[in-house]
C-alpha cells in the first residue's frame, strides 16, 4: 500500500491546529485545533472529513504533548491513527527558518538545534513550533518530519530589499535582515494566480495582499519573491488587527524617553494594541463596516488609514516589479471584504488596476478574476491553503510527489 497522507501540525504557544490530508485528491480527512493548552479550559474540536459529525473535548489539557496525544486518539477512533501506514509524513509550519532554510526540510537534530538558534528573532513562535515538533517525533520517531517554513519563499529577495540601511557589522552581528512572514501563503497564491491567469509562474509577475489578522504584501516576479512588507519580525509593514506595521523608529525611543515606557510595554503597544484595533477598537473587518454605515468617525479613521497604507504598498511594489500582471487579495479580509478591495485600488486607474463592481461584490468561494474584462492588470481574488502547500511541499520532499 503506498503511504498518500500528510498530518500537518501548526502549534503555536497555547494551540495547536492540524489537518490531515489525502495527497491524491488533496481531500481533508480530519481537521481540528486544540486551545488554550495549560489552562483548565482547554478544548479539542476535531471535525472528520466527509462530513463526519464534529467532536469536542473540553477540560485541562496540561501541555503540547498531552495535546498531540488527544489529537492521535482523536484520529484513531475513525481509523486514522498516527501508527498507519497510510501515513506518509508530518509536515510542520516554522515561523522563523532564518536565512539558512530556503526549502522544506526532513528534521533531524541539526535542523532543530538551527530553529533553536533562531528563537532570538522568534522569540513568541520558534519555542511553539519545536514542541509540537517534539512531541510529534516522540509520537512517530520513525516516521519522516518535515520543517516548513514561513519565511523560505523569502529568502530569494534580493540583498537590496533584505537589507536594512543601518551599520553592516551591527545588523549581521544580531543578524538583523528583512526575512518576511506568510511566505507559505505567498507562494501558494501567486502560483494559483498564474494558473488562473493561464500562465506558467516564470512568466508572471504578480502582487500579492495577503490581508488576515496578520497582513503582508509580497512583490513576485516569475514565481521568486522580490520584497515583501513584514521584516525581522511580523510587526513591519501594512496595519493589521492588532499590529501596528511601518512606524517611524523613532516612536520607540520617544515612548522609552518621554512616554516612560518599558521596551516590553511598547513591544505589547505595537503588536496588540494597535493596528485597526489601537485606531478604533475592533480588528474584524465586518464589525468596522457595520460601525462605518451607522458614521462612526473611529472606525472610519481607521478603515482609511488601512486602505491608505494598502494602496502605498500597491504603488511602491508596481514600482519594484515595473510590469505587473496580476494583483491579488487573499486571506479573511482580502478574499471577504469587497469594500477593501474596492477602496485599496480606487483611483490607480492611470495604472492599468480596477476593480469591476459586480464582479468584486458577487458571492463565490474558489479563485476568481474581479477586473472588467480586457484590463491591462487582472486583479483576482485567491483563496489562501496554507495548509495544502504545507501537505504538498512536505510530501513532496517525501518522495510523494511534486510541489
Ligand atoms: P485570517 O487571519 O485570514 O483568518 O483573517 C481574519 C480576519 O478576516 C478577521 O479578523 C476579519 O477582519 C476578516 N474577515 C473574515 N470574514 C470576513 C468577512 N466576511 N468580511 C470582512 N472581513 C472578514
Redesign the pocket.
Known amino acids: 500500500m503506498t503511504a498518500t497522507r500528510v498530518l500537518v501540525i501548526n502549534s503555536g504557544s497555547s494551540s495547536v491546529k492540524y489537518q490531515l490530508l489525502d495527497m491524491r485528491d488533496h481531500s481533508r480527512l480530519a481537521v481540528g485545533l486544540v486551545e488554550r493548552i495549560g489552562e483548565r479550559s482547554s478544548r479539542l474540536r476535531h471535525t472528520p472529513g466527509r462530513g463526519g459529525e464534529v467532536r469536542e473535548r473540553t477540560g485541562p489539557i496540561a501541555d503540547h504533548a498531552s495535546a498531540l496525544k488527544s489529537v492521535a486518539e482523536e484520529l484513531a477512533a475513525d481509523g486514522l491513527g498516527l501508527d498507519s501506514p497510510e501515513l506518509a509524513a508530518i509536515g510542520h509550519r516554522v515561523v522563523h527558518g532564518g536565512k539558512r532554510f530556503t526549502e522544506p526540510t526532513v528534521i533531524d537534530e541539526p535542523v532543530l538545534k538551527e530553529i533553536e538558534r533562531l528563537i532570538p528573532v522568534a522569540p513568541l513562535h520558534n519555542p511553539a513550533n519545536l514542541t509540537g515538533i517534539r512531541t510529534a517525533l516522540a509520537l512517530r520517531p520513525d516516521l519522516p518530519q518535515v520543517a516548513v517554513f514561513d519565511t523560505a519563499f523569502h529568502t530569494t529577495m534580493p540583498e537590496a530589499a533584505a537589507r536594512y540601511a543601518i551599520d553592516v557589522e551591527t545588523a549581521d552581528a544580531h543578524r538583523v535582515r528583512r526575512y518576511g512572514f506568510h511566505g507559505t501563503s505567498h507562494a501558494y497564491v501567486s502560483r494559483e494566480t498564474a494558473k488562473l491567469l493561464g500562465r506558467a509562474p516564470q512568466e508572471v509577475n504578480v502582487i500579492v495582499l ?5 497582513a503582508s504584501a509580497s512583490a513576485v516576479r516569475g514565481g521568486r519573491c522580490v520584497d515583501t512588507s513584514m521584516g525581522l519580525t511580523p510587526l513591519e509593514g501594512l496595519v493589521m ?1 492588532t499590529r501596528s506595521g511601518d512606524v517611524d523608529p523613532a516612536v520607540v525611543f520617544h515612548l522609552k524617553r518621554v512616554g516612560g515606557m518599558s521596551a516590553d510595554e511598547i513591544d505589547v503597544l505595537l503588536n496588540t494594541r494597535s493596528g ?1 484595533v489601537g485606531l478604533c477598537g475592533d ?7 457595520r460601525r462605518i454605515d451607522e458614521g462612526d468617525e473611529r472606525a472610519q479613521l481607521a478603515f482609511d488609514v488601512y486602505i491608505h497604507r494598502l494602496k502605498k504598498y500597491i504603488g511602491a511594489y508596481y514600482a519594484v516589479l515595473g510590469r505587473v500582471d496580476a494583483v491579488v487579495f487573499t ?7 469587497a469594500p ?1 478591495r474596492e477602496a485599496a485600488l480606487a483611483g490607480l486607474e492611470g495604472l492599468g488596476l480596477e476593480v469591476d463592481p459586480a464582479l468584486n461584490t458577487a458571492r463565490a468561494d474558489g479563485p476568481r478574476v474581479i477586473s472588467p474584462e480586457g484590463a491591462r492588470v487582472v486583479v483576482a481574488v485567491v483563496p ?1 491553503d496554507e495548509e495544502l502547500e504545507i501537505a504538498t511541499q512536505t510530501y513532496a520532499l517525501v518522495g510523494g510527489g511534486s510541489a
Request: no cysteine; aromatic share 0%.
Open positions: 495577503h490581508l488576515g489578522n496578520g488587527g485597526l480588528n474584524d473587518m465586518r464589525e468596522i463596516r486571506a479573511g479580509v482580502g478574499e471577504n471584504a477593501v489562501t
